[in-house]
T-cell receptor
């Protein structure tokens, strides 16, 4: 069965520092991959999605970027974090049939 | 863009009671998904619905894909304390280009009093 792993689980970073959150997928191939942000435990905001290696689409203008160096690897990055980047980040990916989306465990980012 | 209206926003119930929540949209969806999220964790898929009119159960959970393809409901029977969490509905379109993006409801926060 498909599983999605993301790390680190929690991160405390100073303003202006870089960020790298990593997500890997097991149990499927050629998934569509997504990064969501969730604030205050409610509402999921789609940040980026990718339909293949090197293909990234951004949903909202922001201080973050995403990359997909391998089929089952998706990375969320920032060169300089802002306080407003704090939140709960979720990686998600489609299953083998492309008709269901599964989530990773989430990563808490606190920018101080 | 597509939007999902999920209601109620929150529910406070007694253990043993049944729960019902629903999502509606002005758009037609090909798939409806229901997730549960515990605090500090990623959403976990509860039920996936792929056909209009489909009624699917998963233990004490039952969900239906509306005939019009614009709505779905989730019922929980005989609630227990571990049902506490936030429940999200999500509708999925398959636009040309093949990107299966989900549109999420804003969630229903369920509290179960023992």
């Amino acid at each position: 069965s498909q599983t999605i792993h993301q790390w680190p689980a929690t991160l405390v970073q100073p303003v202006g520092s870089p960020l790298s959150l990593e997500c890997t997928v097991e149990g499927t191939s050629n998934p569509n991959l997504y990064w969501y942000r969730q604030a205050a435990g409610r509402g999921l905001q789609l940040l980026f999605y990718s339909v293949g290696i090197g293909q990234i689409s951004s949903e909202v203008p922001q201080n973050l970027s995403a990359s997909r160096p391998q089929d089952r690897q998706f990375i969320l990055s920032s060169k300089k974090l802002l306080l407003s980047d704090s939140g709960f980040y979720l990686c998600a990916g489609t299953n083998l049939f492309g008709n269901t989306i599964y989530f990773g465990e989430g990563s808490w980012l606190t920018v101080v | 863009g597509q939007q999902l209206n999920q209601s109620p926003q929150s529910m406070f119930i007694q253990e043993g009671e049944d729960v019902s929540m629903n999502c509606t949209s002005s758009s037609i969806f090909n798939t409806w998904l229901w997730y549960k999220q515990d605090p500090g964790e990623g959403p976990v898929l509860l039920i996936a619905l792929y056909k209009a009119g489909e009624l699917t159960s998963n233990g004490r959970l039952t969900a239906q894909f509306g005939i019009t393809r614009k709505d779905s409901f989730l019922n929980i029977s005989a609630s227990i304390p571990s049902d506490v969490g936030i429940y999200f509905c999500a509708g999925q379109l398959l636009p040309q280009g093949g990107s299966e993006k989900l549109v999420f409801g804003k969630g229903t926060k369920l509290t179960v009093n023992p």
